[in-house]
């Protein structure tokens, strides 16, 4: 019994750990207790030293001290304000009003929509519940099928996981050791594909059920011409100006990740004033907001530093990378298994637990096959989209049933984000198929070569028999 723990460490650790989630224990002490259980165990059989634990001192130091995580705070104080700011009612009014006329107008301002708050705040939360709150009673007013409206609401929310400046993306590219604004940019295509995939998905319902994304009547329709434009713009341009304030500042170098979100949270106060809508009540819910998801993001990376550690210790790397890099298929396969793994265990673990957990294990088996870590990242982020997407820890769901009438089931809410789920998980093999969707938007690495040979080309010259004779340095000159 001894002799099979002792040579099967890693995988009963991994194990332990999922038991612990499966029961419901908060995710930050299910990964410290696990981590600590094991590593004492790991001392009293010979597998790790006792003074390794030690590091678990740095190990936390570092996670104090990781500048990168500060923009958490920033992104989600800035998603919190921009949240009750009033610029989702200015863009949802206007875009309605511009693509009310057509069937599926208003799920095409929807997904519109979302795109541009994910742009600005960084936050499922902050979308799902702000066009949830407004657009919802609409579409149930003009006869939208409601499975169709929650889930496009849902989707168009979780559009905001893979939009820079993402939290999620953020907390990917810590995990993997790579630069916050280069994933930045990778995100920006499959962005764009994603809302495309979206918009194609209601013309398509439009075409096939009409009856359920009817266009609006012309009585709905009490904005035309000039005024229509104007309603447009009061919506769009304080976007685009906060949307350049923080991904314009980050994509050009002028500033990191952390001091683009700084600059946002001052975009998004300002914003919060010209609307009219800043007060007391205001910040003091936008700093709450804040303080819960850095504690619970802090906590669970505390207790993810100590699991990793013990883990790495007990050959737990050397497991991972054995069993992965084993799979058939070479870079296709491993790709195909990590994503269906993903997958699946996002029925069970939220996002932030799969990012601080998984893709640390994940990230080293990548780049040994080499595979672009950046790409990986975003890879990973579309996949882990559907997180917030499907039972039981589909938070976007949640949000959506907090705020939806009562008359709104529950069953529809889940049944509505079924086809979504799909059009997430079609991102994913689209950008196996075609990676250059991300990597076209990279920064080109200058490769030098330290091993060149110069070579001089030979060239035919006409000897004058007059000239003199060549001087030779070996002879001593004379002396006078």
Known sequence: MIAFITHNMAPLMFAGLILFMIYGYPA?????????????????????????????????????????????????LMGAILERSGLAEDLLDGFGQLFGGVRGGLSYAVILVGAVLGAITGTVAASVIAMGLISLPVMMRYGYNIRHATGVIAASGTITQLIPPSLVLVVLADQMGVDVGEMYKGAMGPSVVQVLLFMAFVLLVSIIRPGDVPALPPEARTIRGWALLKRCIRGMVPSLALIFLVLGTIFTGFATATEAGAMGVLGAFALAAMNGRLNRHLVWNGMQTTMRITAMVVLILIGARVFSLVFQGVGGKEWIEGMLTSLPGGQVGFLIAVNIFVFVIAFFLDFFEIAFIIVPLLAPVAQALGINLVWFGVLLGANMQTSFMHPPFGFALFYLRGIAPATVRSRDIYWGAIPWVILQLMLVGILIAFPEIVTAFLDKELVIDPNFEVIVPQTEQTLDPNAPPPIDLNTPPPIN
């Open 28 to 76: 930050a002490f299910s990964l410290a207790a696990v981590g600590l259980f094991f590593g004492f165990v790991g001392v009293e059989l010979g597998l790790i030293a006792p003074n390794f634990l030690g590091n678990i001192i740095f190990q936390l130091e570092g996670v104090l001290r990781n500048d990168l995580l500060l923009a958490i705070p920033f992104f989600t």
